[in-house]
């Protein structure tokens, strides 16, 4: 037991009050994401809408958010993290509060596509926040405590969704909205402006003496490197996709239940928040090369170990495959763009990143879908495995290519064993 906790205290120590006071807001927020979880049986089930058009919905929230992530990254650079979280969040509550109560297939939809841009605005906001407040090697760390609080309230709040939900779907809507807003009121108590200069337009004259070019979005894409690692992770993107939906259709037409594909999946969040912290403490000291290469093959092959299940515990074995590269991947790679980004521009860097998981969770279902219809799915989990291995190459690629100065930015050393100070995309 001493061990144990000597560990869990060198864990999430040395991290600054602001972190943790994020760190806090991301699971209030995450501890209310109830509608989207439950969207589409609202819209089908208490609606009597088709699934079609619960689809449809979900499509336009999906690309809401992409759109989202681009301008919140810009907000974040112009306003200030601070005060682009506070407005993202006031307008995703009113948002969903809005949508208990609206009615016909327009209106639905385009309250929708609302609550997609605002959800995702605040993800660049918080990242790059992080990125100010925590320094160069402890990043991995932190934002692998984030992942994990994002994977304690999507727990939570699934679980208790269904009860809430038996109750009646307007207290699903107003308390996730209650709880969007309490996020808000953490930030706004509790989070000062992080920004490089401090108050936005403090930040603009320094940068206009220092000599800092402003970073419009035009020089983002103009960054080949990162532009690169965008365009791999989108393309991982659509693997992991695939869990969500071709997965539960696979193991429909196998002949399993929808309780058994809920048990399977289930099985990725339980392992994120039992495996998160020991996994971070394991690989601390590896580079991020190496850990976004491992979990994105760890992922890939996964997926493709899912052509050989016939049964639920193997099934099961694919999702802890692909899980474990998750927990490698994601804080990795939430660290690599804060070190790539210039200072003043972490925003719009952290915006573009954003976009890359929104587009995959466009185009993965579908590319996916058609995949498993035409040719059915060894082909779309073999495709996965291939998927997974050029994208993992890609990174190792990418990454070698930044030569010395990478060394540098990518080794992890040991967090230092300092005692704390006291105390939910990305994620309010």
């Not at 690989?283 to 994105?296: F, K, M, N």
């Not at 997926?303 to 927990?327: M, N, R």
């Amino acid at each position: 037991m001493p061990d144990v906790r000597r560990a869990l205290r060198e864990t999430v120590s040395g991290l600054p009050r602001t972190f943790w006071w994020l760190w806090t807001s991301t699971l209030v927020n995450r501890l209310g994401g109830f509608v989207v979880t439950f969207l589409a049986l609202y819209l089908t089930l208490d609606r009597g809408y088709s699934a079609t058009y619960a689809g449809l919905v979900a499509s336009l929230y999906g690309l809401g958010g992409a759109f989202g992530a681009v301008v919140g990254g810009v907000l974040t650079d112009r306003m200030g993290r601070r005060s682009t979280m506070l407005l993202a969040q006031v307008a995703a509550a009113a948002g969903t509060a809005t949508l208990a109560f609206v009615d016909g297939q327009a209106q639905i939809a385009a309250v929708a596509t609302v609550i997609g841009v605002a959800s995702s605005a605040s993800r660049p906001a918080v990242q790059a926040m992080m990125a100010d407040v925590v320094p160069a090697a402890d990043r991995v760390r932190a934002f692998s405590l984030n992942y994990w609080a994002i994977n304690i309230g999507f727990a939570v709040s699934s679980a208790a969704a269904g009860l809430i939900a038996s109750q009646g779907y307007l207290w699903l809507f107003l308390g996730d909205a209650f709880m969007t807003v309490l996020c808000a009121l953490v930030i706004y108590a509790k989070v000062p402006e992080s920004m490089p200069g401090g108050e936005p337009a403090a930040a603009a004259a320094t940068g206009a003496a220092g000599g800092e070019s402003r970073v419009g979005l035009g020089v983002v894409l103009r960054d080949q490197r990162f532009m690169a690692f965008v365009a791999l992770t989108f393309l991982l993107g659509t693997v992991t996709q695939q869990g969500s939906t071709t997965l539960s259709v696979d193991m429909g037409r196998q002949g399993f239940s929808a309780s058994q594909y809920g048990l399977v999946i289930g099985l990725n969040g339980l392992l994120i928040v039992l495996l998160q912290i020991p996994l971070t403490r394991l690989v601390e000291r590896r580079s991020v090369a190496a850990l976004l290469t491992a979990g994105t093959l760890l992922m890939g092959w996964g997926f493709g170990l899912t052509a050989f299940a016939g049964s639920v515990p193997f099934y099961a074995l694919t999702v802890a495959v692909w899980t474990i590269g998750e927990i490698l991947h994601a804080p990795a790679s939430m660290s690599l763009v804060a070190d790539l980004a210039p200072a003043h521009a972490r925003g719009r860097y952290q915006g573009m990143y954003s976009l890359a998981w929104p587009a995959a969770s466009f185009a993965g279902p579908l590319l996916g879908g058609v995949a498993l219809d035409r040719w059915g799915g060894g082909v779309v989990w073999g495709a996965c495995a291939v998927v997974g291995t050029v994208a993992g190459a890609g990174y190792w690629l990418l990454l070698r290519e930044r030569g010395a100065q990478a060394a540098q930015v990518d080794a992890v050393p040991p967090a230092p064993a300092r005692i704390p100070e006291p105390e939910p995309t990305a994620d309010c």
